[in-house]
Structures are given as structure tokens and as C-alpha cells.
């Protein structure tokens, strides 16, 4: 996620110290922990315990904490960096899943699934803010570049539905193809995208006009059509190059971010789910639900590098320098 | 309120119009108390209206959205009722889309007599393969999945699991036989064998008694004595006469599948995977019971509605069936890949789920059953082999 990605590079440059390695957080869904990762050595360095069902995970703006959406305990955890330990939970709402962060990192945005509505958390004082009621079974959650809008798309009603972060009202929604299950917008603000897990496609959708421009389709030689479901989303900071990934295709398909064209597709681990960038953006890693481990993929040459095993049924992974 | 009804097509949705386009679902159903051997099997008076209810509810969720709203009329039939009366009616109020949980003939009837009316069926109830053979219509949708369907779903697991030899214990009453001749059509395609037969004949009694189990437990084994070497009981019961009381009681220690033991469905309280929970709880939430196979299938039936409507601006029944057949159609049900419509019998291809009451065991189709245009298609009677001629 570019989200963590900017993180990464804004400290370094914030603080003017010596890099620090490079680390990727992996949730483990079924075994209920973190996965650590020295990505410059590419190793599994560490396993934290956390809640129940680990799924979202990002790392908070002053990389301090990383955030984990624990669905089955009804919250979000916040863990210490550097202590790994669990030191705080957030007012999530029932059953989080996914959640964005404000550019300023002071407002926390959470889908939770079982009640069709919004969590809005104030980080610093850890308490709800307010709720937003939004389709059924919400669950992607993207944020425009200058924080004004916040994207929603829920599973059921299958629509992006666009929020506007001041008022908190819905201002637009974007019927897209079935399950929709994630939203990333381009930097620079002039695409949103957003992938269809049971449709199998990515919707690009005009931010300003609220219209799909471009379906884009995915077709691999030998695999059923049922067997392309679009999933993470991950696009490069110049908007040139985007990557999806395609769940039981085992396979991320590599975008051309002007054309839309799909590139290449490349072959990774079992049930492939989420995806984030090194904060050089040289390496892309992705979760690999079913055959439980991470695949490493040089963006450059956009070759799977290595396989890492991490914890059993893994599904989000944030990443920053530390 | 605009009544959106045949002919309709709804304008813009993002205007707003105060008046929302309301779409009027019937559902006719022909529902009589239901005995069980199992007491927790019992079905609800509910039993597949709640899963309509729960997809207005969702559909609304989304209307909200659209400017469109869904409702529901429930017309509870009596044996004597005139099933296809009870249609013709709802199309009087505007209702031209029906979900309907009816015996086999009542729902030709219906579909029959609401054909000039452009009323369009959804079959959400009945599992009969020959709805989707020689006596398939062109005005009938089936969410339901056949007794083909079931049974080849359970065969794969039975095959893959090298489970090949088979006891096969047939009811005696005609819906046991039509299953029986489904199981032995699976088995004869998968490469399964049934090495004996037996039927247990209905000889009446009650379900259940103060005197309890020990007769049963007396009785079974011996019935159960064959002289074949089997792997498998596979017991084709669909009435509650004798298939629960299996498990347990076989006079060779072994397995039971079937109408008991291992049982193939196309929904159970216990899935919980591809999202399921969320389905399960919103469910459980809103009626205080669990999910039946059959509230799944009028689920889907409704949501089917939901989607084209919310896709082509329009509840017409023909712009509606065209939608459901064509290539844009994918319904997401929690089964972990898209559902679609078999355009030449109109059945909705599904997954089936092996539960053994507590866990779903297996999903198929099961890895390495191909085929060359849905592995979904593997289930059931597949196209080239189909009788039936949509008119």
C-alpha cells in the first residue's frame, strides 16, 4: 500500500537519520498473530500474538504504531514498533476489517461489515467520532490524496459509495461489479480503483464525475473464469504501473496505469489477497492466503524474487522503514 | 409511490425524485407443518420466507442508494388452493415477479397460467430435474439446485475420498426413488459402484415416541447386514422415514451419506466461509433462528431481482431474464466464486456444500473434476445431455 509506502520515505526525510531496516507486518488470520519481516534480508525475523482474526493493517502516520483490525474481538489493536507489544485498542465498532487514515493521521476510518456502517475515531483521544450508514457488507476503504473524500465500497449493495470527510454525508455511489472488495485512489487524485471480487474485474472511476471510464478484465489461458477474483489493488507512486491481485488465480496481474492494458501476470503463492510496496517501491510483497507465505516481487523486472512462509492463512501486510 | 411494473423502465436513479420506483415481489408458497426424525430439523413456519424477507431488506439497503424499493407479498397456499389463481392474482396487484415454493405440478401450473401475463418465476423450493428438463419453461428461474446437482456433488467428495463402493438404501416413496436414480446416475459418472441395494419400506408410525430408541437400535444393524463389502451407505430419504436413524446403528462400521451422515445442500447454519458469517449473522440477527437451505435459495432468488434491477434501471421480467442469462450476471452468495444462470434450462449454477450437521466437510465441485466451460457445470445434467426447449 502506498499508504505505508509514503510513511516509510516522509520519516526518513523528517528525521534525516540513518535508514533503519526495512520491515513488512504480515496478519495472519488463522493463527491469530504478526508476522515480521527484515525485507532487506528477507527473513521472517519475529511473530507477534495479537486478537482474533487479523485482518486490516496499516502502521499509523508517525510509524509508532502499527494498527490491526482483530474482527473477531470487535476491534482494532495498536502495537509499539519497537516494543511489540499490544498497547492499546481502539472503539472500531463490531467485526473491523479494513480501515483508512486521514492524510494528517489523526482520523481513523473503519468499515464494519456486520452493521452497514462507518467508524469514525479520533486517534488521539481513541474515541468514535461518529458513524456514517453506508450499503450492506461494507468493506474497501480509500481515501483521496488531499483527505476530502472517503471511499466505501460494500460487498452487497456492490457500490463505491463516495463520502465527503467534512459534512460526512454521501455525496456520490458508483454501482461496480460484485463483492467489491477494495478502493485505492492514484496519487495524484485523478483515479480511483476499484476491485471486484466475484465480477473479477477493477472498475477505474472518474473521482470528479463519479463514473466508471474503464472496466478492466482479466483473461488467463487454462483458468476458469470463476477463478479470477479481484482483490488487492497496489499502484505506483508515479501512476504508471498498477498491480492487482487475483485470489485464486494465484496470480497478480501487472496494469499499465494510462492504458489500463494488463501487462503480464505473475504467477505467486495460493490465494493471493493484499499487497505493499518497499518504500523505494523496488519490491512489491503480497499475502498468500492458502499456501501461507508472502511472495516477493522485484517491480523493476517484475519477477517473483523469493517465497517467505509466514503464519497460517496470511492476508494483509504493511510496510515501513523503521 | 410509482408502481415500476412491467414496461417500466426506470429513469436516472442519482435524481432526487422524491418518489421512490417500487418493485412488488410475490411469494407463493405452499407450506404445511413438516415432521423430522431429527426434532432440531423441524423447518420453521418461515422456512424460505425469511430468506426473501432478509433480501428485500438487503435489496433496500441498496434501493436506498438507487431510488428503488423492494416488497414483499406472502401468499400462503392451502393443499386444495388453485396455485395458479393464487399468481394470476398477484399479477392483478402488480406483482409480476414471483418467488414461488411449490411442489413440482402446482409450479407448472402457476408458471402456465401466469406465461400470458409475463409473469416471471423464481423456483426457490423444488428440486425436481425434470423442472429443468422436458418440463422446463421459459418463465422459470430455479435458485434451487436438482437432485442431480446434490448428488454429484456428494458422489465427487465420496470418489475423491476413495469411497467407491456403495450401499445404496432407498425410501419407498417416489421422491426417494427420483433421488435414488440420481445417486446411481453420479455414481456411474464419477466411477463409483454400488455393490447392493435395499429399500426400507414405509410402513407408517409415528416419528417419534416415549418409548424412545431402543427398538431402533435393535432394528438398524440388522437391516443394515448385507452381504457386500461397502465403503459407503449412501441413503436416499427425502421424506424423514429412516436415513437420520443410520449413523451409528450400521451392523459394519461405516460411514453414512446421503439424506443423513454426510448430506449435500446448497446452504447450511454452519457454512461460514467466503463471508458466510455476515450473511449468517444479519440472518440470525433478524429472526432469531438459523439459515435453511431453503432461505438461502429464495435469498438468492430475491437478490437475483435486486441485481438487475440495480444493473438495467428496470424490473421488467423479459429485460430481467435476459439480464440473468447474459454474460454480465454474477450473483455473489458466499460460496466463493461468482454464481451464474445456465442460459438453455435457466438454473442457477452453485457449489454444493457437504455438511455433517455441525461443519460443512467438503465444497464441490472438488479439485480435478474439469470441465470446459464452468466447472460449476460438472454438478447436475450439463448441456449437451439436456432435453429440455425453452419456448
Redesign the interface.
Known amino acids: 500500500m502506498w499508504r505505508a509506502t509514503l510513511l516509510g520515505t516522509g520519516l526518513f526525510i523528517l528525521l534525516g537519520t540513518q535508514a533503519g531496516a526495512v520491515i513488512a507486518y504480515i496478519s495472519n488470520e488463522k493463527s491469530n498473530t504478526i508476522s515480521v519481516i527484515d525485507v532487506d534480508k528477507l527473513a521472517l525475523v519475529k511473530t507477534i500474538k495479537v486478537g482474533q482474526r487479523p485482518r486490516g493493517i496499516e502502521l499509523t502516520k508517525d510509524g509508532k504504531f502499527i494498527l490491526v483490525a482483530v474482527g473477531d474481538d470487535d476491534t482494532i489493536q495498536m502495537i509499539d514498533t519497537n516494543t511489540h507489544e499490544i498497547v492499546a485498542t481502539l472503539p472500531s465498532g463490531p467485526?473491523p476489517e479494513l480501515f483508512t487514515q486521514d492524510p494528517t493521521g489523526k482520523i481513523l476510518y473503519v468499515a464494519n461489515?456486520?452493521d452497514?456502517t462507518v467508524t469514525i475515531i479520533d486517534m488521539e483521544k481513541r474515541v468514535p467520532l461518529g458513524e456514517v450508514q453506508v450499503?450492506?457488507?461494507p468493506e474497501g476503504m480509500g481515501i483521496s490524496p488531499d483527505g476530502k473524500i472517503l471511499v466505501n465500497t460494500?460487498?452487497?449493495?456492490?457500490?463505491a459509495?463516495f463520502i465527503d470527510t467534512e459534512t460526512r454525508q454521501?455525496v456520490?455511489?458508483v454501482?461496480v461489479?460484485?463483492?467489491p472488495r477494495f478502493a485505492e485512489f492514484k496519487r495524484d487524485g485523478s483515479e480511483l480503483w476499484v476491485s471486484s471480487?466475484?465480477?473479477?474485474t477493477v472498475s477505474v472511476i472518474d473521482p470528479v464525475k463519479h463514473q466508471v471510464t474503464k472496466k478492466i478484465t482479466f483473461d488467463i489461458a487454462g483458468l476458469?473464469?470463476?477463478?479470477i477474483?479481484a482483490v488487492g489493488i497496489s499502484i505506483t507512486r508515479d501512476g504508471k504501473t498498477g498491480f492487482v491481485a487475483l485470489g485464486?488465480a494465484n496470480r497478480v496481474a501487472v496494469i499499465n496505469g494510462a492504458t489500463h492494458e494488463v501487462q503480464k501476470y505473475l504467477l505467486v503463492g495460493q490465494r493471493v489477497w493484499h499487497m505493499a510496496f518497499t518504500p523505494d517501491e523496488k519490491l512489491l510483497l503480497t499475502t498468500n492466503g492458502v499456501s501461507n507465505d508472502v511472495s516477493i516481487i522485484d517491480v523493476a523486472s517484475l519477477k517473483v524474487v523469493k517465497t517467505i512462509q509466514v503464519g497460517e492463512l496470511p492476508w494483509g501486510v504493511a510496510i515501513s522503514r523503521q | 409511490m410509482r408502481v415500476l411494473s412491467a414496461g417500466i423502465i426506470l429513469l436516472a436513479w442519482t435524481s432526487a425524485s422524491a418518489d421512490a420506483a417500487e418493485i412488488r415481489v410475490g411469494y407463493l408458497r405452499h407450506w404445511e407443518p413438516k415432521l423430522a426424525l431429527s426434532l432440531i430439523q423441524i423447518p420453521a413456519a418461515n422456512d424460505g420466507l425469511a430468506g426473501a424477507q432478509l433480501a428485500i431488506n438487503d435489496n433496500n439497503t441498496t434501493g436506498k442508494f438507487l431510488n428503488q424499493e423492494f416488497s414483499l407479498e406472502d401468499r400462503r397456499l392451502a393443499e386444495a388452493d388453485d396455485a395458479a389463481a393464487a399468481g394470476i392474482a398477484l399479477a392483478e396487484r402488480d406483482s409480476s415477479l414471483v418467488i414461488a415454493d411449490l411442489p413440482a405440478d402446482a409450479l407448472l401450473k402457476a408458471a402456465d397460467a401466469g406465461a400470458p401475463r409475463g409473469l416471471l418465476f423464481f423456483n426457490v423450493g423444488a428440486i425436481d430435474d425434470r423442472l429443468r428438463e422436458e418440463d422446463c419453461r421459459a418463465n422459470v428461474i430455479h435458485t434451487a439446485p436438482t437432485r442431480s446437482m446434490l448428488a454429484d456433488g456428494l458422489a465427487q467428495y465420496l470418489v475423491w475420498k476413495q469411497w467407491r463402493r456403495w450401499l445404496l438404501i432407498v425410501g419407498s416413496h417416489a421422491e426417494d426413488r427420483l433421488y435414488a436414480d440420481a445417486l446411481r446416475r453420479a455414481a456411474k459418472r464419477f466411477g463409483a459402484r454400488i455393490v447392493q441395494e435395499k429399500v426400507f419400506e414405509d410402513t407408517g408410525g409415528a416419528r417419534r415416541t416415549d418409548s424412545g430408541v431402543v427398538q431402533i437400535q435393535r432394528q438398524l444393524p440388522v437391516f443394515t447386514q448385507v452381504g457386500a463389502a461397502y465403503d459407503v451407505l449412501v441413503a436416499a430419504d427425502e421424506n424423514e422415514v429412516f436415513a437420520a436413524y443410520l449413523p451409528y446403528r450400521t451392523w459394519d462400521a461405516r460411514p453414512v451419506a446421503g439424506s443423513a451422515g454426510l448430506v449435500p445442500t446448497s446452504w447450511d447454519p454452519s457454512h461460514d466461509q467466503w463471508g458466510a458469517v455476515q450473511l449468517q449473522d444479519r440472518f440470525v440477527k433478524m429472526f432469531s433462528r438459523r439459515m435453511s437451505a431453503r432461505d438461502m435459495q429464495a435469498w438468492s432468488a430475491v437478490r437475483m431481482i435486486g441485481e438487475s434491477t440495480s444493473r438495467t434501471g428496470s424490473a421488467d421480467p423479459k429485460v430481467m431474464l435476459e439480464f440473468l442469462k447474459g454474460p454480465e450476471f454474477a450473483l455473489a452468495a458466499f460460496k466463493g466464486q461468482r454464481l451464474t444462470l445456465r442460459d438453455w434450462n435457466l438454473q442457477l449454477r452453485q457449489p454444493i456444500l457437504l455438511t455433517d450437521g455441525r461443519m460443512i466437510v467438503s465444497v464441490s465441485p472438488q479439485e480435478g473434476f474439469l470441465h470446459q466451460v464452468s466447472e460449476l457445470d460438472t454438478l447436475g445434467f450439463d448441456r449437451p445431455e439436456s432435453k429440455c426447449k425453452l419456448k
Not at chain 1, 197 to 200: F, K, R
Not at chain 1, 224 to 227: G, N
Request: aromatic share 0%; hydrophobic share 25%.
Open positions: 467485526d461489515e456486520n452497514n450499503g450492506v457488507e460494500s460487498e452487497t449493495t456492490n457500490m459509495h454521501i456520490a455511489n454501482l461489479d460484485s463483492r471480487e466475484v465480477g473479477g476458469r473464469k470463476e477463478a477474483q485464486p
